[in-house]
């Protein structure tokens, strides 16, 4: 699910947080029998990766629906899409390089994507395949960011948010701009208008954070405790706060007597009541209404796609022959440990009073025959992967030496 095809009052509702994400990995575990999933949720999607021999989206979805106390699970399942196989792998690195993003090429994606996958190995649920596509996927943004101008300038939501915010600023006499959560986003926008000459202040719910980010941004600090009177005095505000239910509501905005006010929502869910928006005087702004456009990094951006885009072909092909390797490397193991074997028992058979000079050197001529022996059948098997034809030469192999009976390496 994503802003592309759910508005924002879709996503806040299946929007997921660490914990939840962390007790939905729990049960993909154990009720769904999975051995590797990956959940992403951020403001703009919500998106689960997993490998299984059956469909399982409708049954991932209803779980994500109980959790979120959600009745009606099928009045959301075509606000998905979903995606199969090589499509799926095209999608997940599409997402984490920034070209699915709603600010394209935000760098806070790949971050958030690090963070996902670190969760889904904390589950256990990072086996070898998700392993390896996450580290393709990351060889590949360091290309992006060394081969393109995709990753160049200011440009993301935190950055888009700023951009309007001077916007704004720039209809009021002396502006004053209050920065409600510092998170990634709400951190970014407090940097982004450092560098400006806005009068700003941040108001958090953890005080020796926000004194942190005001120092270092040369920004007032608001307690927690006086965000009414704040909310009052300030112009424009900016919310970013992780949260399930609004901070920001009608009551504790009140009437706004002279002039106008401008509140930025950055959160999903929203944590300022699209009442507020209905206000005398009052103009709320929500993150799909912050436009990317006026960046002129954008516009950069867009024009380094189709090399983003080779990059992104080239490392799924690469991978893509990994993976089919995966499919011969138990024939593989199956036929050095039947080729050991035999020399294990040869060995033990015509050296029980040989010296250990001869049993050195007869230990190292044997191991060079047998590796010379299997090196042609497993570049054999690794060239009929890429043919697509692997099945009839594992089935030879197997029925030649006996394989499915093969003694397990020690």
Known sequence: MSYKKAPVEIREIISIDELTIKSILSEISEV??????????????????????????????????????????????N???????????????????????QVVGDLQISNQVKRAYQWAADAQLAGPFLHRLMHTIFFSSKRVVQETSFRDGAASVSYAAA??????ASTIIEPKVLILGIGEIGADVCRHLSETDLKVAICNRTTEK??????????????????????AEYDLIISSVAHSTPI??????????NGFKFFVDLSIPRSISPE???????????????NDKASAAVEKRKASIPLVEAIIEEAIAEFNDWSKEMVVSPTIHK????????????????????????????????????????????????????????????????????????????
């Open 335 to 410: 036929l050095k440990n039947a080729l050991e074997q035999i020399r294990q028992d040869e060995i033990t058979r015509h050296l029980k009073n040989a010296s250990p000079e001869v049993q050195e050197f007869a230990e190292r001529f044997s191991k060079s025959i047998t590796q010379k022996i299997i090196k042609l059948p497993v570049l054999q098997l690794k060239a009929a992967c890429k043919r697509g034809d692997a099945e009839s030469l594992i089935d030879v192999l197997n029925e030649l030496f006996d394989l499915e009976n093969t003694p397990k390496e020690k």
């Open 276 to 290: 507020v928006g209905k206000l005398s005087g009052v103009t709320l702004f929500n993150i799909d209404e912050i």
């Open 163 to 168: 951009e309007l915010v001077q916007n704004l």
């Open 79 to 101: 606000y998905f899409n979903s995606f199969e196989s090589e499509e799926a792998v095209n999608h997940l690195f599409r997402v984490s390089l920034g070209l699915e993003a």
């Open 210 to 231: 926000a004194q942190a980010l005001a120092l270092e941004c040369n920004q007032a600090v608001i307690p927690f405790s006086e965000l009414k009177e704040a909310v």
């Open 32 to 77: 769904l029998s999975l051995t590797e999933a990956l959940i992403l949720s951020t403001c703009n999607r919500t998106e689960v990766y997993y490998s299984a021999e059956q469909n399982l989206d409708i049954e991932i979805i209803k779980l994500i629906a109980i959790k979120k106390g959600i009745l009606n699970a099928d009045a959301y399942i």
């Open 248 to 257: 920001i509501n009608k009551e504790l905005v009140g009437e706004i007597n």
